[in-house]
């Protein structure tokens, strides 16, 4: 079991081009949720997903942000026309009934 | 007032101390409760549950107070690997959905 699965590790991207982040969660697990760190400060909700629908979106900011996982392949976090502001971690988590599991992360940096 | 606070620190102990910390939750129907540790730049990973009746896992306790809202880590004899940010996790709703909220971390730093 390879755990959870983010890739790339590192990101950069320059003002106004996207960012994929993408993330495999763990075997068996159909439920992924999406957090954001930003520099010294914890960690924050953004998505809540299970294939092919979105369960709860309540912390993604209403532009620029959208999550998708479909049926095959992985969970995907894209962000359109980035700003410094969207520089941050982006932890991908999969769940059993309690804890998570996290992937270790995509650091985007946008420059 | 945040739904899950934590003081952030840093907490500064020598190698072999007893440090503990508190994190308050504000949801009284809050279910369930986690530690996670997080590493520099690392993901956070579970360190233990907190159960109402209090659990250890070798220097580790946890404690839960539900009548005052609060969850507790206590660390024994410190090791300088302990050095990591604390993470506060409270788990709240029922089978219509969950919400996981967690504190933004209690930093600890232990030194030789």
């Known amino acids: 079991n390879a755990g959870v699965m983010q890739n790339p590790r590192h990101l950069v991207r320059r003002r106004g081009q996207e960012a994929r982040l993408r993330c495999s969660p763990m075997?068996?697990?159909?439920?992924v949720y999406w957090y954001r760190q930003l520099p010294e400060e914890g960690l924050k909700f953004m998505v809540y997903?299970?294939?092919?629908?979105?369960?709860?979106e309540s912390g993604m900011p209403k532009e620029r942000f959208s999550a998708e996982f479909p049926k095959e392949g992985p969970s995907i976090l894209r962000i359109q026309q980035v700003v410094r502001g969207d520089s941050a971690a982006y932890f991908c988590?999969?769940?059993?009934?309690?804890?998570?599991?996290f992937g270790s992360g995509t650091r985007l940096t946008v420059v | 007032r945040k739904e899950v606070e934590q003081d952030p620190g840093p907490f500064n102990v020598p190698e072999g101390a007893t440090v503990a910390f508190n994190c308050t939750y504000s949801?009284?129907?809050?279910?369930?409760f986690f530690w996670y540790r997080q590493d520099c730049r690392k993901e956070p990973k579970l360190l233990m549950s907190?159960?109402?009746s209090g659990n250890e896992d070798g220097r580790f306790t946890a404690q839960l107070n539900r009548a005052s809202q609060y969850i507790s880590l206590l660390i024994r004899d410190s090791k300088l690997s302990d050095s990591a940010t604390y993470l506060c996790?409270?788990?709240?709703?029922?089978?219509?959905?969950?919400?996981?909220?967690f504190g933004a971390g209690t930093r600890l730093f232990v030194k030789a």
């Open positions: 996790v409270v788990k709240q709703g029922n089978t219509g959905g969950f919400k996981t909220i």
């Open positions: 997903l299970q294939k092919e629908n979105i369960i709860d």
């Open positions: 075997k068996g697990h159909s439920h």
């Open positions: 907190v159960y109402s």
């Open positions: 949801n009284s129907a809050s279910q369930s």
């Open positions: 988590a999969s769940s059993p009934e309690y804890g998570y599991t």
